[in-house]
């Protein structure tokens, strides 16, 4: 019982850190897979792959160096020195990512749900303190929670568009989209999952504690399978609707709105959990960090921490992600491409000290 709690508890943790607004809109679907046309499938697998992959080699490495934290996994994969500005630069991203979940809560109740924006982003951030007054055990909780509603309602919604639902896209749609370069959807389905997966890191590090080697391995390549599932429901979802999805910033709630209004009301709670849960990981990830560097306690830096996004939260959600999320993709290949390659030598010591162990 104790392994399935603690794999269980790693799958939430992965999916509430990669799930969030983004994933939820459709938009990194339209973006990322659905440009690649008939293409885009095979680019979902590719991620499918990658997140189980990555996850997994994640976990080893933790598990291997009793790692429960990022900054120690940063240490571990680029050096002291390296990792102090990786530090640094993730916890501009963590602040700057949780600004962004703000004030996308604000755009959600503004125009969505006919509320003043300030009460989306006042609602979010005070959640975001209660989950997480008591830390990572809050953190554990809030993602145990929430993550299987959403996950639940994703996969209600998505799947019956994805299969139930009859619409075919116009034939010339194709013309209307950005041509690709030729392998460009597996350019894209890399660029996707590095993007991602420096939140995740962040949050999956911090699991390392909860359960064994094992369940950390088969954690990571559950929650990354998890992952692909979705996002292959929302790619064979949103590619009915082409191109009139290319039109929307949030085009999973125009699908939804296809279904039955009830089904756009039950997408925009969906959206909302998943910028919550979001929001949670940014918010955990850089009070502590912020503890870090000032001494004070982690109650403190965590109320510091949300008042201060506040300011940045009123700014407008779309000019936010477009200058900030294309940087956050950046750092996270530089992190994937050196955790390969340490789990490569780490993994080839192992099996070479294996094997002359037995001679």
Same mark, same amino acid.
């Given at each position: 019982?104790?392994?399935?709690?603690?794999?269980?508890?790693?799958?939430?943790?992965?999916?509430?850190?990669? *799930?969030?607004?983004?994933?939820?809109?459709?938009?990194?679907?339209?973006?990322?897979?659905?440009?690649?046309?008939?293409?885009?499938?095979?680019?979902?697998?590719?991620?499918?792959?990658?997140?189980?992959?990555?996850?997994?080699?994640?976990?080893?490495?933790?598990?291997?160096?009793?790692?429960?934290?990022? #900054?120690?996994?940063?240490?571990?994969?680029?050096?002291?020195?390296?990792?102090?500005?990786?530090?640094?630069?993730?916890?501009?991203?963590?602040?700057?990512?949780?600004?962004?979940?703000?004030?996308?809560?604000?755009?959600?109740?503004?125009?969505?749900?006919? #509320?003043?924006?300030?009460?989306?982003?006042?609602?979010?951030?005070?959640? $975001?303190?209660?989950? %997480?007054?008591?830390?990572?055990?809050?953190?554990?909780?809030?993602?145990?929670?929430?993550?299987?509603?959403?996950?639940?309602? %994703?996969?209600?919604?998505?799947?019956? $568009? +994805?299969?139930?639902?009859?619409?075919? =896209?116009? $034939?010339?749609?194709?013309?209307?989209?950005?041509? #690709?370069?030729?392998?460009?959807?597996?350019?894209?389905?890399?660029?996707? *999952?590095?993007?991602?997966?420096?939140?995740?890191?962040?949050?999956?590090?911090?699991?390392?504690?909860?359960?064994?080697?094992?369940?950390?391995?088969?954690?990571?390549?559950?929650?990354?399978?998890?992952?692909?599932?979705?996002?292959?429901?929302?790619?064979?979802?949103?590619?009915?609707?082409?191109?009139?999805?290319?039109?929307?910033?949030?085009?999973?709630?125009?699908?939804?709105?296809?279904?039955? =209004?009830?089904?756009?009301? *039950?997408?925009?709670? *969906?959206?909302?959990?998943?910028?919550?849960?979001? +929001?949670? $990981?940014? +918010?955990?990830?850089?009070?502590?960090?912020?503890?870090?560097?000032?001494?004070?306690?982690?109650?403190?830096?965590?109320?510091?921490?949300?008042?201060?996004?506040?300011?940045?939260?009123?700014?407008?959600?779309?000019?936010?992600?477009?200058?900030?999320?294309? %940087?956050?993709?950046?750092?996270?290949?530089?992190?994937?491409?050196?955790?390969?390659?340490?789990?490569?030598?780490?993994?080839?010591?192992?099996?070479?000290?294996?094997?002359?162990?037995?001679?």
């Amino acid at each position: 019982m104790n392994r399935i709690k603690s794999r269980f508890s790693l799958v939430m943790g992965y999916l509430g850190a990669v *799930v969030g607004a983004g994933f939820a809109s459709g938009q990194e679907t339209v973006q990322f897979f659905v440009s690649h046309g008939k293409l885009g499938i095979k680019g979902c697998l590719l991620a499918m792959f990658l997140f189980a992959c990555c996850g997994a080699l994640l976990m080893y490495i933790a598990h291997l160096h009793k790692i429960n934290s990022y #900054q120690d996994m940063l240490k571990e994969l680029l050096g002291e020195k390296h990792s102090k500005i990786f530090d640094l630069l993730i916890a501009v991203f963590l602040f700057l990512g949780l600004s962004i979940m703000l004030s996308a809560s604000g755009a959600i109740f503004s125009e969505h749900l006919s #509320q003043p924006k300030e009460a989306g982003i006042l609602i979010a951030a005070l959640l $975001a303190a209660l989950f %997480l007054c008591s830390g990572k055990n809050g953190l554990v909780k809030s993602f145990n929670i929430l993550v299987p509603v959403k996950l639940a309602c %994703l996969l209600i919604i998505t799947g019956y $568009a +994805a299969l139930v639902v009859k619409n075919e =896209p116009i $034939a010339a749609y194709t013309a209307l989209i950005i041509p #690709q370069p030729e392998g460009g959807w597996i350019i894209a389905s890399i660029l996707y *999952v590095a993007y991602n997966f420096a939140l995740a890191m962040v949050i999956l590090t911090e699991y390392q504690s909860l359960g064994s080697r094992r369940d950390g391995i088969w954690g990571g390549i559950l929650g990354g399978t998890i992952l692909g599932i979705l996002i292959v429901f929302n790619y064979l979802a949103l590619i009915k609707f082409m191109p009139m999805v290319l039109h929307y910033e949030v085009p999973m709630l125009y699908v939804a709105g296809f279904i039955s =209004p009830i089904g756009k009301v *039950v997408y925009t709670l *969906v959206l909302w959990v998943g910028i919550l849960t979001t +929001a949670i $990981a940014n +918010a955990y990830g850089f009070a502590q960090r912020f503890c870090h560097f000032t001494g004070i306690s982690y109650g403190l830096s965590l109320v510091l921490t949300l008042i201060l996004a506040l300011p940045i939260a009123w700014q407008s959600f779309s000019v936010l992600v477009s200058k900030v999320y294309p %940087l956050f993709g950046l750092l996270g290949i530089i992190i994937l491409l050196v955790l390969v390659a340490k789990a490569g030598r780490e993994i080839g010591a192992e099996i070479k000290a294996a094997f002359f162990k037995v001679d």
